[in-house]
């Protein structure tokens, strides 16, 4: 998520961008462009005979794996968890120190805090509802939520259901700078989150832009809790953790420990410095970020979802047809992300406290890519999307 609200027109750099994002702001150093990724040495050897495709996989995976060992080196990084599918075949890999003091290793099948990643599975949600005409992606939020979104500048019968979930609803976020740099927080219920955002504001009327707001994916929640009778996180188990038993994704909630096996996840103070932040109460988080997974269950949902498991043809057009962002297209719950040689993928990212993580793939299915680095700051960001442009543009 983002603390502050983006003025249309503002620059943005790629840490706020990219990490998706849950609190974290702009760093001040993650530049918009990315360092091209280490350049592989061509064959000039042409007595050789053509690689066969199990070869160029095999290739491909063992320059893959020593890319990301080169972006562990970094200081800003202690290690890396990726993971995904190649032509539908599961790898995962991790490299780097789990914890900077005891220098323990990384392993892939550890869990993390995934951040806004939590978006993606917050719109399927809802797009599931209007699949079934449970509600309409037109519908205004006043018809649902009446009464909450109103007075400061705002009002609920000219803000729809896809406004939030594609960033356009003008409302501000309740996240902002100071919860970035806790070194602690309160216990929040969600409609404390939703009364912090409209306290600031309008951004912009709604549809008059775009402006990244994690109070747009926490109505979207409450939206869910309105027509099913249940909260987000019971429906979330029922309709897509259960179907697809990943059995180690779970709901923070206001519990500060990460459950199974896991590194320690560090946050970055003002001057740049690594210090362990692993728990906290994570409550402030709510739809638009609380969840904690795996590569494995994340690789699991994304090749779901984007192979259409999840949603008809009709509802994944809705979910990528995507509006005007500083990062592209920005659809519903994901955005587009086109690569230097044409090809795109769909994704999202999540930055909160102690972990940086981007998850997403092709149209298909069949390749899917997660990465996850156990700190924050502008090098994670910079290096989850160098991953990303590593394993796609091949």
Not at 211 to 225: E, F, H, K, P, R
Request: hydrophobic share 35%; glycine share 10%.
């Amino acid at each position: 998520m983002k603390p502050f609200p983006m003025q249309k027109g503002a620059s943005l750099t790629l840490s706020a961008l990219l990490i998706g994002t849950l609190i974290l702001p702009t760093y001040g150093c993650a530049e918009a462009s990315v360092d091209q990724a280490i350049t592989q040495q061509q064959e000039t050897d042409h007595t050789k005979k053509p690689s066969t495709p199990d070869q160029a996989a095999q290739k491909h995976g063992e320059e893959m794996k020593n890319f990301i060992d080169e972006k562990a080196k970094s200081e800003a990084i202690p290690g890396i968890i990726a993971a995904g599918l190649r032509d539908g075949e599961y790898w995962s890999y991790a490299t780097g120190v789990a914890n900077l003091d005891h220098k323990n290793p990384m392993e892939p099948d550890f869990t993390f805090r995934i951040g806004s990643v939590t978006k993606a599975f917050v719109a399927t949600l809802v797009l599931q509802l209007a699949q079934e005409k449970k509600l309409n992606l037109e519908d205004s939020v006043e018809k649902w939520l009446p009464g909450v979104v109103k007075g400061n500048g705002y009002d609920g019968n000219k803000v729809t259901i896809r406004m939030l979930l594609n960033q356009t609803s003008g409302i501000a976020s309740y996240t902002s700078t100071d919860m970035r740099y806790a070194t602690s927080f309160p216990q929040y219920t969600v409609n404390d989150l939703v009364r912090m955002g409209l306290a600031k504001p309008p951004v912009f009327q709604p549809g008059a832009g775009w402006d990244y707001s994690n109070t747009n994916t926490v109505l979207a929640g409450l939206v869910i809790q309105k027509v099913t009778g249940e909260t987000y996180d019971v429906q979330m188990k029922k309709r897509i953790l259960d179907p697809l038993h990943m059995t180690n994704t779970s709901f923070s909630g206001s519990n500060p420990k990460i459950p199974g096996q896991h590194a320690t996840g560090y946050n970055m103070n003002k001057e740049g410095k690594l210090y362990d932040f692993t728990e906290y109460n994570p409550s402030w988080a709510n739809a638009a970020g609380e969840l904690i997974s795996t590569g494995k269950d994340l690789t699991t949902f994304f090749s779901a979802l984007l192979s259409g498991e999840l949603l008809s043809d009709e509802m994944m057009k809705q979910m990528t047809t995507g509006v005007e962002s500083p990062i592209g297209k920005y659809g519903l719950g994901l955005y587009e992300v086109t690569l230097p040689n044409g090809k795109t993928y769909w994704a999202h990212g999540g930055g909160i406290h102690g972990f940086e993580t981007l998850a997403g793939g092709t149209l298909g299915g069949k390749d899917i890519l997660v990465t996850n680095i156990n700190a924050v700051g502008p090098e994670p960001v910079v290096a989850n999307k160098a991953m990303f442009e590593k394993e796609f543009s091949r």
